[in-house]
């Protein structure tokens, strides 16, 4: 098998602070309450299609022990580390170089971690088929899932052409737009919502990676040959913060004249923010998302209430809330807004010094 898929869990999941921060990002916890982390369920969905050592976790160093520690049965040469952040591209390009000294010619799946997947009968069969197709085709594919409502948080795919068995050409990409253009896309349907799932042979993702990533090929010849890890560790140490800050996604969509489209219907759940896990989250009568112990509420709708203690907490009269009580942090705001969330995140790592914990 040629199959191989690589998951993407170094982020820090700034968007659904303060419960996800950069100590323990999104993807290692468990958001709904499942009993499993999104890593885990991540992992497992993959497991179901591949072979374990066919599956490698992309994380960043300081996770490396989280990763061990949710997935124990994972082979240690399947996690691979980046030593500093700089998106998911030069990330893919290290895990890529990993997969190619084990097989130049072997068809890659990018995924983020921190995804929900309604029907996994679904998403292993629509998996398997773009498997097939890019085994075939020296294309890009996106998965996409038509867009029903005009989400702006989302990138937007326009399909050139009516789909054949599910797939399409690429027409045009528009990352996030305004709400008239998301209504307008919507109404078209001609759009479909990108999932962040691609897939490519790996020479395919060379050909767009060794531009920006020049020492690909030589990391992939020093893994081929089988050189000792420690001389392995120091050139990634030196070279990889050389490496410009890219966003795989877009290095992908914003030069589309190779990518094709997968239409997907596996119940794509998005889980960015936390307008995100309120739409997905149970919810009691009154649209209310609650998590945690001892939380009444009284004349409340559509909140998101989240206790990592047991302190007890009541609310009244709150409409469009979210509030996060942690050890250390209490959150109250409207749950509308990510980016002032965002800015009383950086307000308040500026005066610490340091990430909230």
Known sequence: M?????????????RLWPYSNQALPKQFLDLFGTGMTMLQLTYQRFRNILPQEHIIISTYEPYVAIV???????PEECIVAEPVQLSTAPAVALAVATIMAKDPEACIMLSPADQMILHSDVFRKQVVQGFRFVAEKPCFL??????????????????GEEMINGFARLKSFTEKPNLEFARFFVES????????????????????????????QYLTGLM???TD???????????????????????????????????????????????DFHRIAPKDESGNAVSGPNITLYDCENNVVVNQQEKTILLHDMKGYLVI????????????????????????????ETSIS
């Not at 420690?230 to 050389?242: E, F, G, H, K, M």
Request: proline content about 6%; some cysteine.
């Open 224 to 226: 081929s040959e089988q």
């Open 142 to 159: 996106v998965l996409g899932v038509k867009a029903t409502v005009p989400e702006t948080n989302y990138g937007y795919l326009q399909a």
């Open 189 to 216: 349907g001609e759009f479909y919502w990108s999932t962040g799932l691609f897939m490519a042979s790996a020479p395919t993702l060379c050909k767009v990676l060794t531009p920006l990533y020049p020492r690909i």
């Open 229 to 275: 890890a420690a001389t392995i560790s120091a050139y990634v140490r030196d070279q990889y913060p050389r490496a410009p800050y890219q966003s795989v996604d877009l290095l992908i969509l914003e030069h589309h004249e190779n990518v094709c489209i997968q239409s997907c219907t596996f119940g794509w759940q998005d889980v960015a923010g936390w307008q």
């Open 325 to 352: 009580e942690k050890p250390n942090l209490l959150l109250i705001c409207r749950n509308d807004n990510p980016s002032q969330l965002r800015r009383m995140m950086n307000e308040v790592e500026v005066k610490q």
């Open 68 to 74: 061990r520690k949710q997935l124990p049965d994972v």
């Open 2 to 14: 040629k199959d191989y898929c690589i998951i993407l869990a170094g982020g820090i999941g700034s």
